[in-house]
């Protein structure tokens, strides 16, 4: 019914933009002695989290993210590593979301969360300059400006600036999400992007927690004019803590009614030879919508599943 | 009885006894979070409208609505005139209940008049409707391809905006739920 030529002739210019982002990124990885590397998106046991839905594929699933796949090769001895894939989350669709999206994955052995965040901001800033946007980009009207070093700010002090209750109240009355949606995400990146960092413990399911305050997690998120960007952390590598963080979960999505997973036994295994390391997750499609001036994800991405 | 995940633009649902219809749609989730669903509701008897954001746990009542189909005959007054083709039963609605669908409306096209206890309240159209070009700027030859667009008027005095290809007195189908150009028509 839709006149699909013209409907796709739109989307040229970000197709175009879309296919540039990718190349450069894909060569500041090779050019800072990344290893490329493909893992399957069918996968039999995807981490037990509490609000990510798998969709099935057979008797197995298809991957959230390639998370676990790719910590058993940080484990095996490949220190720098890093993967652009699809990953699939049932029932997510909005202006931000679409249920098959595009994920960049990388993680680098010997990293801790703060050092990966400097490696985020010059590879965005690497492929800004790349496509020819020097230092700033507009969005739906916002200027914001790349120039280094970009804001830092902890979860605690975004809720201290910006939000009706304190941290402990929302993490109490299971409000976190809500106050971070509706108070706290329209603040951040504005200006300049931003990385709020130290997460709530229980909500760092695969970080390891802070030295000096095991009451969070050394986990963080870059925001780009209030859109949620990326996703990163420093490794837990302590196998025990991680089957103990996975029990819980999946009592948690038992309780809820939710489909549960199977233990992934191989990743725990695994997870006794991984090296301290960082890994970061960058949602390339919204990426793209930053550089494109895209107010949906619909805009960048050829086909939608109602295109379908 | 509906859950936060039936949510979407157009859905119509009881709150406190009184219908109201998802204006505004959107699906929002912290990557690690919880989904969240912010909606814009409105009041389908008064029109008021307020923000709102569910979690997935909500559930609703559905809308005690009975859609009835009608003929459209004429505009009096402000007044929107239908008529039931098989008891003749007319009803009336004004240009508050009508919405977008006044843009779409031609002589004698069929809708679904929506009743909420045996009271008209409202109006949808079908999901398509074709419409003539009344006023269109000249097509600048061999721009096929790029994307471009140009306003143009409609015969029910509506303005939208249409692929630089078309021409006035053209026949194009318009999405009236999204009020956008979908395709030319021919003949």
């Known amino acids: 019914m839709r006149d699909d030529g013209f409907q796709l002739a739109r989307k040229r210019d970000a197709l175009q933009l879309r296919a540039r982002l990718i190349q450069s990124i894909r060569l500041y990885f090779i050019n ?4 490329e590397i493909e893992t399957p998106l069918r996968i039999p046991a995807p981490a037990p989290e509490e609000h990510i839905e798998a969709l099935p594929s057979g008797n197995w699933f298809l991957q959230t993210s390639p998370e676990l796949c790719m910590k058993r090769l940080l484990a ?46 010059e590879m965005i800033v690497d492929a800004a300059g790349d496509l020819g946007f020097g230092d700033a980009i507009n969005w739906q009207n916002r200027k914001i400006n790349l120039t280094p070093p970009w804001e830092r700010i902890s979860v605690q002090e975004t809720f201290q600036k910006f939000a009706p209750i304190t941290l402990t109240e929302a993490l109490s009355k299971d409000r976190f999400d809500e106050i971070l949606v509706e108070y706290i995400e329209p603040h951040l990146g504005i200006a300049k992007p931003t990385f709020i960092y130290d997460y709530p413990a229980k909500l760092g399911a695969l970080a390891r927690l802070k030295e000096s305050d095991q009451s969070v997690a050394e986990r963080f998120e870059l925001y780009i004019a209030g859109l949620e960007l990326s996703n990163g952390f420093s490794e837990l590598t302590n196998a025990q803590e991680q089957r103990q963080r996975f029990n819980e979960a999946l009592k948690l999505r038992t309780q809820k009614n939710y489909a549960t997973y199977q233990m992934p036994e191989k990743f725990l295994d695994s997870l006794e030879n991984m090296p301290a390391s960082a890994g970061i997750a960058l949602g390339i499609d919204r990426l793209v919508m930053l550089f494109a001036d895209a107010a949906s994800i619909d805009e960048v991405t050829t086909f939608t599943p109602e295109d379908l | 009885m509906y859950t936060a995940s039936d949510l979407k633009k157009g859905l119509r649902i009881k709150i406190d006894n009184d219908p109201y219809i998802v204006t505004e749609f959107n699906f929002v989730k912290p990557g690690k979070g919880q989904a969240l669903y912010r909606c814009k509701l409105k009041n389908m008897l008064n029109g008021n409208q307020f923000e709102r954001t569910f979690r997935s746990v909500d559930n609703f009542e559905s809308a005690d609505l009975r859609e009835k189909k009608m003929q459209y005959l004429y505009k009096e007054e402000g007044k929107y005139c239908f008529m039931d083709n098989e008891t003749y039963e007319q009803i009336y609605l004004v240009e508050d209940q009508m919405d977008d669908a006044k843009n779409f409306l031609i002589d004698n096209i069929e809708a679904e008049i929506l009743l909420f206890e045996d009271r008209a309240i409202g109006i949808s159209l079908p999901n398509f409707v074709d419409l003539i070009v009344t006023d269109a700027e000249p097509w600048a030859k061999g721009d096929t391809v790029s994307g471009a667009t140009k306003p143009v008027k409609l015969q029910t005095g509506y303005t939208i905006q249409v692929p630089t290809f078309v021409n006035e007195g053209e026949k194009i189908r318009v999405d009236t739920r999204t009020g956008e150009y979908m395709t030319r028509v021919k003949g």
């Open chain 1, 32 to 35: 800072h002695d990344f290893l």
């Open chain 1, 76 to 121: 095996a001895g490949y220190p720098k590593i890093f993967q652009i894939c699809k990953c699939f989350r049932a029932s997510e669709r909005g202006n931000l979301h679409l249920p098959e999206f595009t994920m960049l994955e990388w993680y680098v052995a010997g990293f801790d969360y703060q050092q990966l965040m400097d490696q985020c901001e």
